[in-house]
């Protein structure tokens, strides 16, 4: 099928749709304005400069092609003093692995993945059902006196928990990482606010002291946790201990903030759509088999991030269309994942869909921690059927003003 594209699209247009997406409504479901942004073509230009691509096809094309990069060190230089680019916390996050590009990125995600392997997934699958069952037990607690709120009871802490207990942090300082988590991430937002990322900047600086201060101290007492196991393998490489230090923190940085964020949207996303199909979460319980098949259908049909963007490495044409060096494109994949040319009704939510999406990225930059999310969320989920099969919603969820990055407040639930 030929790639559908508007020769002619007005910008203000596409920036009305995309003003509405950081509305109540907009936040609450995007995808009605998303439906118009793909009318406007498979790829449009993007009402800031740049290009928005909304197919499927197109956005998989590019995050496979070396012809793309992602915006790193050199890319947000180049950009000025005056734009978002050149934020403490945007710098910060240009020398973390999802701003590397190879030969950089090459190094440092085969010193990462080496403990993001089978072995490590396997090690962490007792832990996650205890701490699962644990918080479960405390969402009982709650739900006895009525309604719970499932964000900040159980999708908010078992990310931070599992993590946490795998990097050995200290549980006292679970609520302030995930804290400045949720600050920090507005630094890759669509298009921040300079108050937001202002709290990403500050949210940046106590990280780093936090992580900086936290390789010292594995250094100095090293044990069988990841930091001191990236500790002796960047020893290996970097002939510089500082140097050394430096690439662990920026490591252990870019871990805590992939864990936490988009995994606890992912959790409390799963459960919501869900809980809104009752028959679905019926089938289910009678077929915990499908359990993963559901988590792949709610990323497909409601991503955690919405939007990924890359760097056009040299001139070229995409789709028919013309592209400079150096040129941004964003890669709707809210849009994309529900592209009707890729899937049949693409709008229905069916846990036995034979899911596939681009909620994970693809290519070079695949997410590491895509199977250790998976896990987290096929254990609650599992355990969630089998102990609170009469689990139903109470009011509406409440939604963080994002576009990129979506983040669910509050998912109040009831048992009848």
Same mark, same amino acid.
């Given at each position: ?22 509305? $109540? ?10 439906? *118009? ?7 449009? =230009? ?48 240009? *020398? ?10 090459? &190094? ?27 918080? #479960? ?15 900040? #009871? ?7 928990? +599992? ?23 507005? @630094? ?44 002796? $393998? ?32 992912? !959790? $409390?996303? +799963? ?33 955690? +991030? ?7 490495? *040299?001139?070229?044409? #995409? ?5 400079? @060096? ?27 869909? &034979? ?28 355990? !969630?059927?089998?102990?609170? =099969? ?9 939604? @963080? ?16």
């Amino acid at each position: 099928m030929e790639p559908a594209i508007a020769p002619s699209v007005d910008r203000r247009s596409a920036a009305t749709l995309i003003s509405r997406l950081r509305t $109540a409504a907009g936040q609450r479901n995007p995808y009605p304005y998303y439906a *118009k942004l793909r009318a406007m073509g498979d790829i449009i =230009p993007a009402p800031w400069g740049g290009h928005l691509i909304t197919s499927f096809g197109l956005a998989d094309q590019v995050l496979r092609s070396r012809d793309w990069h992602v915006p790193d060190a050199r890319w947000r230089a180049s950009q000025g003093e005056a734009t978002r680019w050149s934020a403490v916390s945007s710098q910060e996050m240009s *020398k973390t692995l999802p701003a590397l590009n190879p030969p950089d990125h090459t &190094r440092v995600r085969r010193v990462t993945s080496s403990r993001l392997d089978r072995r490590a997934l396997e090690e962490l699958r007792h832990p996650v059902a205890g701490i699962t069952d644990g918080l #479960l037990d405390r969402f009982a607690e709650h739900l006895t006196g009525g309604e719970a709120d499932f964000v900040p #009871l159980v999708a908010e802490e078992l990310p931070v928990m +599992t993590i946490g207990r795998w990097l050995g942090l200290p549980p006292a300082d679970y609520p302030l990482l995930r804290d400045l988590t949720h600050d920090q991430v507005f @630094a890759q937002e669509l298009l921040p606010s300079a108050s937001q990322l202002a709290l990403s900047d500050a949210a940046t600086a106590q990280l780093r002291g936090y992580f900086t201060a936290l390789v010292r101290e594995r250094r100095s007492r090293p044990g069988s946790d990841p930091v001191s196991a990236w500790i002796r $393998a960047w020893d290996e490489i970097e002939p510089d201990r500082e140097a050394a230090d430096e690439a662990v923190y920026h490591t252990t940085l870019f871990v805590l903030l992939a864990a936490l964020e988009t995994t606890s949207t992912l !959790l $409390a996303t +799963t459960v919501q759509l869900l809980l809104e199909r009752p028959r679905q979460w019926g089938w289910l319980r009678g077929h915990p088999e499908q359990v993963p098949a559901a988590v792949e259908e709610a990323l497909r049909y409601d991503a955690p +991030t919405h939007v990924a963007s890359r760097i056009a490495r *040299k001139d070229l044409t #995409l789709a028919g269309v013309d592209i400079r @060096a150096d040129q941004m494109v964003h890669l709707m994949i809210g849009v994309a994942n529900r592209d009707p040319a890729h899937h049949l009704d693409p709008d229905t939510f069916d846990v036995r869909r &034979r899911a596939s999406h681009l909620s994970f990225s693809g290519g070079i930059h695949y997410c590491l921690g895509a199977p250790m999310a998976r896990l987290e969320a096929t254990t609650l989920l599992t355990a !969630l059927l089998e102990r609170f =099969p009469s689990l139903v919603l109470a009011r509406e969820p409440q939604w @963080a003003p994002r576009v990129a990055f979506r983040r669910m407040l509050t998912l109040p639930v009831a048992l009848p």
